[in-house]
């Protein structure tokens, strides 16, 4: 069965792609990086991070290990936002 690519995939295919990118860069990984363990070249991580392919479910549960993560950590929208809001704990100062 082939998917026909409409905007509401191809907005949640980028939006997932944002949310993994995120979680790269957060770690200073390169694509290259993330795509060994997975048994796949950079070029397919790219492509997940630019919403051009969507992770399998498999595959989307080996990127959650990965990243330490839950899968619908992955697929959340508010993702970025929800760990951009999250406070650092208040480290006390040497004075």
Known sequence: MKFIRNEELTGFCKMVGSNLRYLRTKRGWTQSKVG?????????IQKYEAGTNCPSAWRLKQLSNLFEVSPVDILDSGYIAK????????VP???
């Open 83 to 90: 760990c951009c809001q999250q406070k650092e704990p208040d």
């Open 93 to 95: 100062t040497l004075t």
């Open 36 to 44: 060994e363990p997975l048994n796949v070249r950079f070029q397919q």
